[in-house]
């Protein structure tokens, strides 16, 4: 069962779609996430296999191990996110960039070039921006952290200006010069 939440964070409002990480547990995985309270925006972001439920469906309630987990994350432990599971699904690059830009630290400049090196393909700078913009768990898969090679912040799918706030909360200079 898909359920939708809705907390505050240094961004602004912030809404998620989670589960249950299996039917005997008690943990959380994020399905998708970013600075919205439209549960069908962020729905249409998951993978169809991940979907499951019909929007009408679809349980409202906070997760108190997301909110608390933004919460931390808001108030200055950077980490607070990365304890957080994430599903997405696509290809296998996609799947590395994602799991590569979970380990990029906070207030550690990347570009795209490097996310591609990290995920394996360091030729596959256009992949690996693709998966930013293809990321449906913003904040808890932080693709704020990375920039153009020329230092420009490129892209982010809730507005520079929320790109901007995450990367100052984070101690990063706005660009990489």
């Known amino acids: 069962m898909i359920n939708f939440g809705v907390t505050d964070s240094v961004g602004g409002r912030f809404g998620y779609l989670w589960a249950t990480a299996d039917v005997l547990s008690e943990s959380v995985v994020v399905l998708g996430s970013g600075w919205t309270e439209d549960r069908n925006e962020l729905l249409a972001l998951l ?6 439920e019909p929007v009408d469906k679809i349980n409202t309630g906070n997760s108190e191990i997301i909110d608390r987990a933004v919460r931390r994350y808001s108030d200055g432990e950077l980490s607070a996110i990365d304890e957080i599971a994430v599903r997405q699904r696509s290809g296998s690059f996609i799947e590395s960039a994602w799991d590569a830009l979970r380990v990029i630290p906070p207030g550690s400049p990347a570009t795209y070039t490097d996310l591609a090196a990290r995920a394996g393909r360091p030729d596959a700078v256009r992949a690996a921006a693709a998966a930013c913009a293809y990321n449906a768990a913003a904040l808890f898969v932080p693709c704020h952290r ?14 520079l200006d929320v ?15």
């Open 47 to 52: 993978h169809p296999s991940l979907r499951g």
């Open 146 to 159: 990375v920039l153009r090679r020329d230092g420009g912040l490129g892209g982010f799918r809730y507005g």
């Open 163 to 177: 790109k901007r706030i995450l990367r100052a909360h984070e101690g990063c200079p706005s660009g990489l010069r």
